[in-house]
């Protein structure tokens, strides 16, 4: 039950509140009781991966202790800004349940995702849009766009790297065919929320996925690969229009950008992100140990005082965030927050890879799911903060914890296996 209610984290994420955290708060609670109670097997893990597991705790700690950390050189008693930070703590249970217990969440999320996307186009078929946003903005009226794309557009992979050969071999073709449909929905919702947010990660999990089933027997299918992970944006670009007026419009708006000059009243959305990141840069040489904590709270600097950037672009970096989780963590909390986001970021996802580099080609299901979803969440990290909100980070705890766990339990089983 604890291990079907994880792996159901996905299914209601976009389209009911407090889902996320409710899924979290009690799977951590029954991991916990379940550690608790003796009742697992020992994780008996090699030295190496023993080293990846508790890589994979230290980046679910650091991003409170960066916080505590800072808050204290501020002298800076704000509660809530230990709000999302916590929710990894949480995440360790969870880890350490699916480790130990062998749970196959790759095998359930297969079959989850695709509903979970379901569920999403019935919520839209039925309850419609949010309206707060323009009609050409797609989204529920749980999540904001960029997370409604970026989002749809992971499970949209998570799907399509569940496809193993083995699927085709053994009959499974309605499912693949499911699977498949799954992917294209995801796709569909991603270019619906008209948000570029994450769609570097489509070439790139695409390229993994081959590579793995095929471009690692041959030289000429690693290349052949590679090439078709390079054709993949160029073949969207021309064959599907939002992505070619999308990709135009980040083009112009970066070319048109003031770098020399005077400064636009109205920046385009390109050009916003380009103001944040030299905002911040300098926020940062000014504060590099502490940082400023939250700035949505009380703006640390006047709208005017940054003469290359509008004041309304200002207040909206202080308000929203710099449009960038490392970056926005960095201004928050100086380099610790800078250090603790890029581990937290980046360790599941150098896990899942590892854990795919040691499965044959034609296995490995829940690496690849673990490497689409935390590839997508770290392509999406440069553009918008993915963490910040208490439901994205708890959903984010969620998901790592169970991905990585299931993938240092699956290595821990063959291990055992191979041993008798």
Known sequence: MTGLLLCCAPLFVLTLRGWANAVLFVGALLAMLLLASRGLPRAALAREDRRWAAALVLAYLAPLLSVAVAAALRHDADITQFDAPSRFLLAIPVFLFVLRSGWPAGSLLQWVLPAALAV??????????????????????????????????????????????????????????????????????????????????????????????????????????????????????????????????????????????????????????????????????????????????AAPYPANAFAYAAPDAVAAAFASGFHNQIVTNAIRSGLGGLLATAALLFVPLLLCLRGLRGAAPGEGRQALIGVAYCTCLVVSSLSTEVVDLKFAASFYATMTAILCGAVLGERRQAAALSAR
Do not use: K
């Open 120 to 297: 999403v186009l019935g919520y839209l078929q039925i309850v419609g849009q949010d309206p707060y946003w323009p009609s050409v903005r797609v989204t529920t009226h749980v999540v904001d766009p960029l997370v409604f794309g970026y989002f749809n557009l992971a499970f949209g992979l998570m799907c399509f790297a569940s496809i193993t050969p083995a699927d085709w071999r053994e009959g499974r073709r309605w499912g693949i065919l499911l699977r498949l449909a799954a992917t294209g929905l995801g796709l569909y919702f991603s270019l619906l929320s008209w948000s570029r947010t994450g769609w570097l990660a489509l070439p790139v999990v695409v390229g993994l996925w081959l590579y793995h089933h095929w471009g690692r027997t041959h030289r000429l299918a690693a290349a052949g690969a590679l090439a078709a992970a390079l054709l993949l944006p160029v073949l969207a670009y021309f064959a599907v229009p939002v992505v070619q007026l999308r990709v135009d419009e980040a083009f112009t708006q970066l070319s048109q950008y003031p770098w020399h000059g005077g400064v636009e009243r109205r920046e385009t959305s390109a050009g916003y992100r380009i103001t944040y990141l030299r905002i911040a840069a300098d926020m940062f040489a000014m504060n590099p140990w502490a940082g400023v904590g939250l700035t949505a709270h």
